[in-house]
């Protein structure tokens, strides 16, 4: 997962709506004893009420919110109640939602349309609902420029990557950082997307870092050996071979990177250091690898958030025995 995905998630984990833990028929109307209408009825607002309704799973919850005359195309927490209701990929949902007249095009505060946020979850059935509703497949959002082709390229997910495609998503667009869908793909080491991409005439101007985000020792040993410079930052993101390493987790890649000096503790345009992104993959083995090498274990990004912050189960707790720290920004939502 790179780290604009990575901050995101971080984002929404502080807007979910506490579920309660009863199963609850999702076609069931009836209101007796079910927590979730409990819970819309004590909802301040129409967006409160619609999230209640969407996280309890319940389709007749959310029929009831729009026979009573809320809109579809209703707000929550900052993107339409489609958006909410893709994020735990409730495709039945999302279908009555668009039945009932929501705009399939229309965005969160940051730009993302629901067909970004499928394409990047892998969501393969609300994909197809979408773009079979005219979905606008080369929608940008406004912070990266990223389109919903490059979620699909960085999730790696073939199925909707094809879908896009053939609904005449751009092969060739390019963010706002000047990286294009070959990049993403190879950054999550996404071979065969690559491949298809590649198929179909795009290139990258950043040779081994593509190399090292797809594994490929001999290429990576052929690059260094002409003289690429395995430090050298890509355009925009500022992301070194050895960030594409650790992102798509080549340990091998980052040994042939380190022989010829490769910068361990350089940072992107996130201020991320590739530790960063192999705790974020919770790759102990790469993790303790960099760490062995030197690479920095507080370092911190833009946000404020140290390799530990990053990590999953396994890093965090290696990385607790060797003293690393949380950043600041844990010890205010604490607060």
Same mark, same amino acid.
């Not at 819309?40 to 729009?66: F, H, K, Y």
């Not at 489609?82 to 969160?108: F, H, I, N, P, S």
């Given at each position: ?188 080491? !996404? ?7 590649? =198929? /179909?005439? #795009? +290139?990258? *101007?950043?040779?081994?870092?593509? $190399? ?32 594409? !390493? ?7 890649? =980052? /040994?042939? #990177? +380190?022989? *010829?000096?490769?910068?361990?503790? $350089? ?69």
């Amino acid at each position: 997962m790179c780290v604009r995905n990575c901050c995101f998630l971080l984002l929404c984990i502080g807007l979910l709506v506490v579920r309660p833990a009863t199963a609850q028929n999702p076609f069931d109307d009836s209101t007796a004893g079910n927590p979730f209408a409990q819970m819309e009825e004590a909802a301040e607002t129409p967006g409160d009420q619609m999230a209640a309704a969407i996280d309890s799973g319940s389709i007749a919850a959310v029929r009831r919110l729009l026979d009573a005359g809320m809109s579809p195309d209703t707000m929550v927490y900052g993107g339409p109640a489609l958006q909410w209701a893709t994020y735990d990929d409730r495709y039945y949902v999302v279908k009555l939602l668009v039945d009932r007249g929501a705009d399939v095009d229309l965005t969160d505060e940051y730009g993302n349309t629901t067909l970004m946020v499928a394409s990047s979850q892998g969501s393969v059935k609300i994909v197809k609902l979408l773009l079979d509703k005219d979905a606008n497949v080369n929608a940008v959002e406004k912070l990266y420029g990223l389109s919903a082709l490059q979620n699909a390229c960085e999730a790696g997910n073939d199925e909707v990557f094809d879908l896009l495609v053939e609904h005449g998503a751009d092969i060739k667009h390019v963010d706002k950082y000047g990286g294009n869908c070959l990049e993403e793909a190879a950054f999550s080491g !996404a071979k065969s997307i690559v491949e298809k991409l590649q =198929a /179909k005439g #795009l +290139k990258s *101007k950043w040779p081994l870092h593509v $190399a090292a985000g797809l594994g490929n020792t001999e290429q990576v040993k052929k690059l260094l050996a002409d003289g690429a410079d395995p430090s050298k930052a890509n355009d925009g993101w500022k992301n070194t071979p050895l960030h594409f !390493a650790a992102g798509a987790q080549h340990l091998e890649v =980052a /040994k042939l #990177l +380190k022989e *010829k000096d490769a910068n361990l503790d $350089a940072k992107n345009v996130f201020g991320a250091t590739p530790l960063h992104y192999a705790a974020n993959e919770d790759n102990l083995e790469f993790a303790k690898w960099l760490v062995e090498q030197g690479a920095d274990i507080n370092a911190v990004d833009e946000e404020g958030m140290t390799v530990r912050d990053w990590s999953g189960e396994q890093v965090d707790e290696y990385l607790g025995t060797k003293g690393a720290e949380y950043g600041e920004w844990e010890e205010e939502m604490e607060e």
